[in-house]
């Protein structure tokens, strides 16, 4: 651990010690929302998803106009789509990925990494 991981650590620590010395509960997402851990990873797939399509409609320098055409849908499904909207399915995001040219295997390590990365 370097030094600067170890301060940063350390400031957060204390942080969280002074919040909770005041009275605050501190915790993530996953605790607010009594996510189960099943919830939390669908969540995070789907975003993950969300980001990737994002990343690769740039990527391939497509206006989401033209992603929404090449898909049959519309510019505001397909921001609806990049900023995770509950709305949207994973299926669609899937279809919309393929369609940009990723490969099943380029999505399945998206949906496997839960992080946003580029197909």
């Not at 399915?89 to 990925?97: E, G, K, Q, T």
């Amino acid at each position: 651990m370097s030094d600067m991981t170890y301060f940063i650590d350390m400031m957060h620590s204390n942080k969280r010690k002074k919040l909770e010395k005041n009275g605050w509960k501190v915790g993530n997402a996953d605790d607010f929302l009594s996510l189960t851990p099943e919830e939390s990873a669908y969540i995070e797939m789907k975003l993950a998803l969300s980001h990737s399509l994002k990343q690769n409609r740039r990527k391939k320098d497509l206006s989401q106009v033209e992603l929404a055409k090449l898909i049959q849908s519309s510019q505001s499904r397909v921001a609806k789509m990049e900023a995770g909207d509950p709305s949207v399915s994973i299926d669609l995001l899937m279809r919309a990925l393929l369609a940009l040219g990723a490969s099943s295997e380029e999505v399945g390590k998206v949906i496997s990494s839960g992080k946003p990365q580029a197909a």
